[in-house]
């Protein structure tokens, strides 16, 4: 699986690069403009991410902007539904405004930090991306 981890928090890195790397391989950027930039150049080569990690209080560009142009270039190249990245937002924000607004652009999951192993690979497992038992053996 090819990961794409945008959080300018280097803890928050770490510990998600922990958590993931047994699952596939990482790329770590630490703003929105950059998360996106990544995005499109691996899209364009044809390697596209299978899994985005996005926070949303980010540098430039925030999570919830970034997730909204993911899609639309999703979506200029023809690429929808389960064919499309699977993005899951982690961050600090719990309101109800922000989990609304980034499912209503199209995130799978969304986890409230602090950052939990269970809670990751709990979201991983019911987007398919691993085996249940990867959940109770990780």
């Known amino acids: 699986m090819k ?3 945008v959080e300018d928090d280097p803890v928050s890195n770490a510990l ?3 958590i993931l790397a047994p699952f596939g391989s990482c790329d770590v950027v630490m703003d929105g403009i950059s998360g996106l930039t990544g995005f499109v150049s691996a899209l364009l080569q044809k390697r596209p991410y299978d ?3 996005l926070d949303i209080m980010l540098p430039g560009l925030d999570g919830q902007g970034a997730l909204k142009q993911i899609r639309q270039w999703e979506q200029k190249n023809n690429i929808g539904g389960l064919d499309g990245a699977k993005i899951i937002m982690i961050t600090a924000l719990s309101d109800s405004a922000n989990i609304l607004q980034a499912f209503r652009s199209q ?4 986890i409230v930090k602090p ?3 269970s809670n990751v690979l709990g ?4 987007l398919g991306l ?9």
């Open 130 to 138: 691993i085996p249940g038992s990867a959940v109770e053996t990780k």
């Open 123 to 126: 979201q991983l497992k019911s």
């Open 115 to 117: 950052i939990r192993k």
């Open 16 to 18: 998600l690069s922990a």
């Open 51 to 53: 899994l985005i990690c």
């Open 107 to 110: 995130c799978e999951g969304y």
């Open 3 to 5: 990961i794409l981890i």
